[in-house]
């Protein structure tokens, strides 16, 4: 049973904070990995995607990848309360087939 | 990113009643469509696997009569809760995958579903 474990939180940083959310993974066939923002009510939004160790950076958000250690992270710098919502880490196999969710990090942006 | 749509965003029936949630994948062919249903603050739990031109697969637990998957079109999967009841009350989900090695998955916007 391949899984994806994340700590449900609720974690909450002060507004201008670095908020640092972490995802682990059972299967080391993993090869593509993901990260999902939820906010209440709504459907999930693909924020960032990573397929190779190291860090990836797309603005406020730099994803990090650690295949050896089968973990992946979400950095989110200089926090705002808008970025209040559920992160989902999501990983998919060789083929971006088999997309496993993990239940979620529940964030909260204190201003 | 690819764009999902989703239809209808809300639906309020009665018991006993049917139900289509209709997912389209706008700007690209999608051969495997997901549903899942989330309760309030709870996870996204995965129903079905939706596969163009072949009967879908469900998860344990999900009965298959009860939720009807059709994806008759490589941009069009529909799930039916057929005789909706109280228990049905729930926010479902579609997400297509763009294909391919780098695959990504894009969700719709999602169906809040409340049987009287």
């Known amino acids: 049973q391949k899984e994806v474990e994340q700590n449900s939180g609720p974690l909450s940083v002060p507004e201008g904070a670095i908020a640092s959310l972490n995802c682990t993974y059972s299967d080391r066939g993993s090869q593509s990995f993901f990260w999902y923002r939820q906010y209440s009510g709504k459907s999930p939004e693909l924020i960032m995607f990573?397929?190779?160790?190291g860090d990836k950076e797309d603005g406020r958000f730099t994803a990090q990848l650690n295949k050896a250690s089968q973990y992946v992270s979400l950095l989110i710098r200089d926090s705002q309360p808008s970025d209040s919502a559920t992160y989902l880490c999501?990983?998919?196999?060789?083929?971006?087939?088999?997309?496993?969710f993990g239940p979620g990090t529940r964030l909260s942006v204190l201003p | 990113g690819a764009v999902v749509s989703q239809h209808p965003s809300r639906v309020i029936c009665k018991s006993g009643t049917s139900v289509k949630i209709e997912c389209r994948s706008l700007?690209?062919?999608?051969?495997?469509m997901f549903w899942y249903r989330q309760f309030p603050k709870k996870s996204l739990m995965l129903m079905a696997t939706?596969?163009?031109?072949?009967?879908?697969?469900?998860e344990q637990g999900v009965e298959k009569d009860k939720f009807l998957i059709n994806h008759a079109s490589l941009t069009l999967s529909t799930l039916t809760v057929t005789s909706a009841q109280p228990e049905d009350s729930s926010f479902y989900i579609c997400?297509?995958?763009?294909?391919?090695?780098?695959?990504?998955?894009?969700f719709g916007s999602g169906t809040q579903l409340s049987v009287l």
């Open positions: 700007d690209f062919q999608a051969t495997t």
């Open positions: 990573i397929y190779s160790n």
């Open positions: 939706s596969n163009e031109g072949s009967k879908a697969t469900y």
């Open positions: 997400s297509a995958g763009t294909g391919g090695p780098n695959e990504k998955l894009f």
């Open positions: 999501a990983v998919a196999d060789n083929y971006g087939q088999n997309f496993v």
